[in-house]
């Protein structure tokens, strides 16, 4: 393996999401050289498999006051609120620069509204008393990703490094300064080249995303492990409320096509969830969980599914959308109907049967709302961060609009430290990669055998419903694992695949710790245990933090 020499750049971004690429623009139009590393192709991220849209408040049927309201209730009582105001407000400006970057967001006349041809379609989804989610049809996050890539592309201040995938930060405490902590750059492994190099930064902002593949059922891409998180939980950063894990309820249920999510905006126009009676009659059964029913928040569909497929020993639930016509369900969901029909279903004539399955973390690195870690240097911005926007419980749809905003107040933030930033770096100090003794390995069967073995009793005890004893038993296995994998780490030169386990792991243990930490039942964390909410725990966070 080649160990390259120390390179130097502007501004340092890990992740090419909604996240990433907003703040490389944002950085680049203000004259800032920006490289984008990203562990695998450019545009391969979860933003691209995003259907609903990007909740904002857009017409004067809406107000913020309302869009804040129906967030903080989703929220359980742990957002911040003036967080959630400080995003909300920013919304509709973020917006228009996004379609001023070509994003088409898709139009009433679309959907045949003659009268209101130029008028942007607003859909709702669970937890809104409003419709506000603007989407392009039902391939929304495709749509942003394509404008966000074609305007990096061609931006001259912006260097893409695909196939690179960030192994460690660089911190003055981990090269063995005694000074205040400041975040110098990223060792990075190009898994094509075989080196590792080493880039020095003026800014480092994680936009890493999802730990969604910690799960054996997952809606998200493959390159969802959780790296950015832990890395930063390797350099000392708190970590936040990651015992609230979101399962989206409703993931197509099929044996040949998996993880396609089937939008929450499918609920939004009606679609009721339905199952099997004694009978075997198809009835609605939302109605005795929620005063919302279909469309009541993701934490209690979620748990209603799988309570009521484990007490009838069903494996699905169903969505019944049979009261749209096929014109109508092709217009408004052009990729699901055709996804569906892969299978065998049409949406207008055919229930489709559907499960829960991990979908999106609502803890993560601890950052106000300018994506600032507390760490000079360092940024985290997208899913990886916790701004405290999403509370124990995500609002549909809030998660694109804290991807596009944040990136804004981030990028302020830091060309208003640029020059304290650039006087405080140590790169003359800071030292190349080093391989020590470690050799290439022949055993890759154990980086298998963990990969598998950890995502399954993630999925079996640290899922929608816990215990205090599954939860034991999964820090008892997680302990042992890791202990394992760090020794392979430390044996055997560095490849993506373990590099990718190594993380993973490191994120399993956090969300157990976090989910034991939590003597309660709060959004998307349930405990038979503690079955109720405790009022001394509202707007109480839940820290995880290396001690270094």
């Not at 939980?233 to 708190?238: I, W």
């Not at 928040?297 to 639930?317: N, T």
Request: hydrophobic share 40%; charged share 25%; glycine share 8%.
């Amino acid at each position: 393996m080649k160990i390259e020499a120390v390179s130097e750049v502007g501004h340092l971004i890990i992740g090419s999401g909604l996240a990433g690429l907003s703040t490389a623009l944002q950085l680049a139009e203000a004259g800032e050289k920006v490289t984008v590393v990203t562990k695998s192709l450019f545009d391969d991220c979860n933003t691209k498999l995003a259907q609903g849209g990007i909740a904002c408040v857009w017409d004067d049927q809406d107000t913020f006051d309302e869009h804040i309201a129906d967030t903080l209730e989703a929220g359980g009582r742990l957002c911040n609120e003036e967080v959630a105001r400080t995003i909300i407000e920013a919304g509709p400006d973020a917006l228009k620069e996004l379609i001023g970057r070509g994003t088409r967001f898709t139009t009433r006349g679309e959907l045949g509204a003659s009268s209101q041809r130029d008028e942007l379609d607003l859909g709702r989804e669970g937890g809104h008393h409003k419709r506000r989610v603007l989407h392009s049809g039902d391939v929304t996050g495709a749509e942003v990703q394509r404008a966000l890539v074609a305007s990096c592309q061609t931006h001259p201040n912006i260097e893409i490094l695909e196939n690179h995938m960030a192994i460690d930060l660089i911190t003055k405490r981990r090269i063995g300064l005694k000074c205040e902590d400041q975040c110098l750059g990223v060792y990075v492994l190009d898994h094509q080249g075989n080196s590792i190099k080493t880039f020095l930064a003026i800014s480092t902002t994680i936009a890493s995303g999802s730990p969604g593949k910690v799960y054996l059922y997952t809606s998200n891409d493959d390159i969802a492990c959780g790296d950015g998180l832990a890395m930063c939980y390797r350099a000392g950063l708190p970590i936040a409320n990651m015992e609230f894990i979101q399962f989206h309820p409703t993931i197509l249920y099929h044996p040949k096509i998996n993880s396609f999510l089937i939008s929450e905006a499918v609920r939004g126009e009606g679609a009721i969830l339905k199952c099997r009676d004694a009978s075997g009659k198809m009835v609605e059964f939302m109605d005795a969980y929620h005063p919302m029913k279909s469309l009541a928040p993701r934490d209690v569909v979620a748990r209603a599914i799988d309570g009521e497929m484990k007490r009838r020993g069903e494996e699905c639930v169903f969505l019944d959308i049979r009261h749209h016509s096929e014109a109508t369900l092709k217009r408004r969901f052009p990729n699901i109907f055709a996804k569906c029909l892969e299978a065998d279903i049409n949406m207008s004539k055919d229930l489709i049967p559907v499960v829960p399955a991990e979908h999106y973390s609502c803890g993560g690195v601890r950052t106000d709302v300018n994506g600032f870690t507390g760490m000079r240097g360092l940024y985290a911005v997208g899913e990886v961060a916790c701004t405290g926007l999403h509370g124990a419980n995500r609002l549909a749809s809030n998660s694109l609009l804290e991807a596009l905003v944040v990136p804004r107040f981030l990028a302020k933030h830091i060309m208003d430290n640029r020059d304290s930033l650039v006087a405080s770096r140590s790169a003359d100090q800071c030292p190349a990669w080093s391989c020590g003794n470690a050799q290439n390995s022949d055993e890759m069967v154990v980086i298998s055998h963990n990969w598998e073995e950890l995502r399954r009793f993630m999925w079996d005890y640290v899922g929608i419903f816990r215990t205090n004893r599954r939860l034991e038993r999964a820090k008892a296995r997680i302990q042992l694992l890791r202990s394992e994998i760090e020794r392979f780490y430390w044996d055997f030169l560095v490849s993506r695949d373990l590099l990718e386990l190594r993380n993973i792991a490191c994120v399993a243990e956090i969300i157990i710790d976090s989910a034991m930490s939590r003597k309660e039942s709060r959004g998307l964390h349930y405990n038979a245990d503690y079955p109720e909410l405790n009022p001394q725990l509202d707007f109480v966070d839940t820290i995880i933090q290396k001690k270094i």
